[in-house]
T-cell receptor
Framework: DAGITQSPRHKVTETGTPVTLRCHQT?????MYWYRQDPGHGLRLIHY???????DKGEVSDGYSVSRSKTEDFLLTLESATSSQTSVYFC??????????????FGEGSRLTVL | RKEVEQDPGPFNVPEGATVAFNCTYS??????FFWYRQDCRKEPKLLMS???SGNEDGRFTAQLNRASQYISLLIRDSKLSDSATYLC????????????FGTGTRLQVFP
């Protein structure tokens, strides 16, 4: 299995509080992704990174920011969490290490509940 | 219209049955197509790529119809362990750095 871990795996927080999710990979892959998964919507891309300090927005980036100061770590931050951000968040790395050709390796997911 | 559409199911089938899932995509410029499998409360994992000529991997057969913008997955001789959600995935329309996921079709195989 690809060396990709997410933390925390579960978190309950209150509306208005900041939250940071961490994705750590041991594969030295350049491309990393953050998705959220909700019933009826499937997996939707939030942000992705194509290198240290190189990031871009996905389709549902509002309310989220990311940072990548090291190849191995990709952080997702909710500056002020809202109930609509209750979701399961998945981090992924491209199977090739470079541009995704089809295979993404996912972390086990972080289940976030915003009350 | 969603970019990738799937019948959510669930498909409830007995062991040994053959079952087929369909998926349609909206952008005719899409180049790459895949099926992922996701077990309950787990992360998605690549099941197989879908090639223009159709391809097979054991009991699984994937087909692509570019003219109709339609992808299918056929599972023969269903096993209990095939119970999962199957996600249809298409490469991003303007940027091949992104994959677009369908909402998934749930399969339940019963004894």
């Amino acid at each position: 299995d690809a060396g990709i871990t997410q933390s925390p795996r579960h978190k309950v927080t209150e509306t208005g509080t900041p939250v940071t999710l961490r994705c750590h990979q041991t594969e030295n892959h350049r491309y990393m992704y953050w998705y959220r998964q909700d019933p009826g919507h499937g997996l939707r891309l939030i942000h992705y990174s194509y290198g240290v300090k190189d990031t871009d927005k996905g389709e549902v980036s509002d309310g989220y920011s990311v940072s990548r100061s090291k190849t191995e770590d990709f952080l997702l931050t909710l500056e002020s969490a809202t109930s609509s951000q209750t979701s399961v968040y998945f981090c992924a790395i491209s199977g090739t290490g470079g541009r995704v050709t089809g295979e993404l390796f996912f972390g086990e997911g972080s289940r976030l509940t915003v009350l | 219209r969603k970019e990738v559409e799937q019948d959510p199911g669930p498909f409830n089938v007995p062991e040994g049955a053959t079952v087929a899932f369909n998926c349609t995509y909206s952008n005719s410029a899409s180049q790459s197509f895949f099926w992922y499998r996701q077990d309950c409360r787990k992360e998605p994992k690549l099941l197989m790529s879908v090639y223009s000529s159709g391809n097979e991997d054991g009991r699984f057969t994937a087909q692509l119809n570019r003219a109709s913008q339609y992808i299918s997955l056929l599972i023969r001789d269903s096993k209990l362990s095939d119970s999962a959600t199957y996600l249809c995935v298409v490469n991003g329309f303007y940027n091949t750095d992104k994959l677009i996921f369908g909402t998934g079709t749930r399969l339940q195989v019963f004894p």
